[in-house]
C-alpha cells in the first residue's frame, strides 16, 4: 500500500517556466517530508525538506509548499533549468520523536526541461 | 571524502546463487540503510541499523540478511536469489532523526 503518492510519472516544462510537482500522502502520522533528486546512475540526493510545523520553505529556485489538510504537497522550481531535469522522489516520516528517521518514497516523478 | 560507496555496479545472478552486496560510508555515521528500487516504483526499506552491532527489519526484508560489525560498513547478503530481487539497490547513511539521508550509487542486479 503506498503511504506516498506521486500521481504524475512524468512532467516536461520549457526552460525558464516554472515546474510544479505534487505529492499526496494517506499516513497522518507523517510529520516531515523531503524531496530527493536522481540523475541517472546515481543514488538519490536531498533536494529540500519540510516539517509539518510549516506550510512553505524556500531554498532558492525551490520551495516546497505543505496542505497538511489535504495531505498534499508540492515543489516549485522557478525558473526551471535543463539541469533540472531528473527523477524527483517525494518522501515522509513519521519518526519525528525517535531517531530513525524512516523514509517512505513515492514512486518519482521525471521532470525534463527543454530549453 | 567518498561518502557512501557500492560495489559492485552491476551483477547478473543464477537462481538460488548468493551474493553480498557491499556498502561503506566515511561521514561517521550511525545510521546506515538498504533500500531496494523496482522499474517504476518508490524505495522500498529492506534492512537499517542504528549503530555497529544493531540491526533491523523495514519494510521488504525477506530474503535478505545484513550485519554491522563496524560503523563504516553494511553488507546486503543475498541468500538464494529470486527473479524478484532483480531490483536496484541502493545504500544510504545518515545521523539518523529527520535529517538528510546520503545515498550511494547503487548496484543494479539481475536474477535470472
Known amino acids: 500500500d503506498q503511504q506516498v503518492k506521486q500521481n504524475s510519472p512524468s512532467l516536461s516544462v520549457q526552460e525558464g517556466r516554472i515546474s510544479i510537482l505534487n505529492c499526496d500522502y494517506t499516513?497522518?502520522?507523517?510529520?516531515?517530508f523531503l524531496w530527493y533528486k536522481k540523475y541517472p546512475a546515481e543514488g538519490p540526493t536531498f533536494l529540500i525538506s519540510i516539517s509539518s510545523i510549516k506550510d512553505k520553505n524556500e531554498d532558492g529556485r525551490f520551495t516546497v509548499f505543505l496542505n497538511k489538510s489535504a495531505k498534499h504537497l508540492s515543489l516549485h522550481i522557478v525558473p526551471s533549468q535543463p539541469g533540472d531535469s531528473a527523477v524527483y522522489f517525494c518522501?515522509?516520516?513519521?519518526?519525528?520523536?525517535?531517531?530513525?528517521?524512516?523514509?517512505?518514497f513515492g514512486r518519482g516523478t521525471q521532470l525534463t526541461v527543454w530549453p | 571524502n567518498a561518502g557512501v560507496t557500492q560495489t559492485p555496479k552491476f551483477r547478473i545472478l543464477k537462481i538460488g546463487q548468493s551474493m553480498t552486496l557491499q556498502c561503506a560510508q566515511d561521514?561517521?555515521?550511525?545510521?546506515m540503510y538498504w533500500y531496494r528500487q523496482d522499474p517504476g516504483m518508490g524505495l522500498k526499506l529492506i534492512y537499517y541499523?542504528?549503530?555497529?552491532?544493531?540491526?533491523d527489519k523495514g519494510e521488504v526484508p525477506n530474503g535478505y540478511n545484513v550485519s554491522r560489525s563496524t560503523t563504516e560498513d553494511f553488507p546486503l547478503r543475498l541468500e538464494l536469489a529470486a527473479p524478484s530481487q532483480t531490483s536496484v539497490y541502493f545504500c544510504a547513511s545518515g545521523v539518523g532523526g529527520t535529517d538528510t539521508q546520503y545515498f550511494g550509487p547503487g548496484t543494479r542486479l539481475t536474477v535470472l
Open positions: 499516513n497522518s502520522m507523517f510529520d516531515y
Open positions: 518522501a515522509a516520516t513519521s519518526d519525528r520523536g525517535s531517531t530513525l528517521g524512516r523514509l517512505y
Open positions: 561521514m561517521n555515521h550511525n545510521y
Open positions: 541499523s542504528v549503530g555497529a552491532g544493531i540491526t
